[in-house]
């Protein structure tokens, strides 16, 4: 293990290992790229909210571009 990752061990209740299940099935990744992936997204809409509380996103295969308000 590279000195840049750690091991972390933690308890989660079944609706986590359930969200964390989904994204492992749907990405076809392994569990921790699956947490991985939720701690970025969650981290992006945490500073979202703790900011203006916008994001701008474009649509999957398109040019469009739209905003979206977090509350």
């Known amino acids: 293990m590279s000195a840049d990752v750690q091991r972390l061990t933690v308890n ?4 986590t290992k ?3 299940d ?6 076809t990744v392994t569990t921790t790229e699956a947490l991985r ?8 809409v945490y500073g ?3 900011g203006d509380g916008e994001l701008v996103v ?3 295969g ?4 739209e905003r979206l308000r977090i509350i």
């Open 37 to 44: 992936r939720l701690v970025a997204l969650g981290d992006l």
């Open 48 to 50: 979202t909210v703790c």
């Open 58 to 60: 474009r649509r999957r």
């Open 18 to 20: 359930a969200a964390l």
């Open 22 to 27: 989904r994204v492992v099935e749907h990405e």
């Open 62 to 65: 398109t040019d469009d571009l």
């Open 12 to 15: 989660i209740p079944a609706s």
